[in-house]
């Protein structure tokens, strides 16, 4: 829901980044393979309940995120980048919450499945949708050039990423704040599903 807002201010200083980056010669996989490995140290220090530390390189790797899209728009496109940024995207977005489970099992357990479990439907639509959408030869520029056509939605990476930037703040609330965004999850797959049976049986 706030993708679209937020890009339009991260996105010229990501961009005139980038292109300093690409200048000296680091790829835009490279930055994708990078911030997915924070992004498991992040859970690692998570796990070891050192959540400030897991914060910070949270963040290091949500900016790696963002910054590899920047390498590639400065340089040239490829499928197999896009394929592998949406791939360790949900690498990553698996993580964290099983961080947060590995910490305390008893306490997080049920609801760090039922958000993982949220994660894996709502990504099921996104990317089903995608699928459909390439059949169609249909584009969308709604959250700038992608790789996969981007439905938008209430739950989106500014949702989730300050989502589980909150659990490592205020870990001891993690049960709840779970369960209230696996609850916008769903209810996004659910909108997906809806907007997908509108679009495609018009086609």
């Excluded at 997915?36 to 963040?59: E, K, P, R, S, T």
């Excluded at 099992?105 to 049920?110: E, K, L």
């Excluded at 916008?184 to 679009?199: M, P």
Aim: proline residues 2%; charged residues 15%; contains cysteine.
């Amino acid at each position: 829901m706030l993708d679209g807002a937020v890009r339009k201010i991260i996105d010229p200083p990501l961009d005139a980044c980038g292109r300093r980056v690409a200048a000296i010669g680091i790829s835009a996989d490279t930055v994708t393979v990078v911030g997915c490995v924070i992004g498991l140290a992040a859970a690692f220090a998570i796990w070891q309940h050192a959540y400030w530390i897991g914060l910070l390189l949270l963040l290091i790797s949500r900016f790696c995120d963002g910054l590899d899209g920047a390498i590639a728009k400065a340089t040239e496109t490829t499928d197999f980048g896009g394929y592998l940024d949406i791939v360790l995207d949900f690498v990553f977005y698996g993580a964290i919450p099983l961080g947060f489970i590995l910490a305390d099992p008893v306490a997080n357990g049920v609801a760090g499945a039922v958000l993982i479990f949220s994660f894996y439907v709502n990504g099921s639509t996104f990317l089903a949708f995608a699928i459909m959408a390439e059949r169609h030869d249909m584009h969308s520029t709604v959250r700038g050039e992608k790789s996969l056509y981007f439905t938008t939605g209430l739950a989106e990476g500014t949702e989730t990423i300050a989502v589980l930037s909150a659990f490592c703040i205020f870990p001891g609330s993690f049960t709840w704040i779970a369960y209230v965004y696996a609850a916008v999850c769903f209810y996004t797959a659910l909108s997906r599903i809806i907007l997908a049976g509108r679009v495609f049986n018009q086609r």
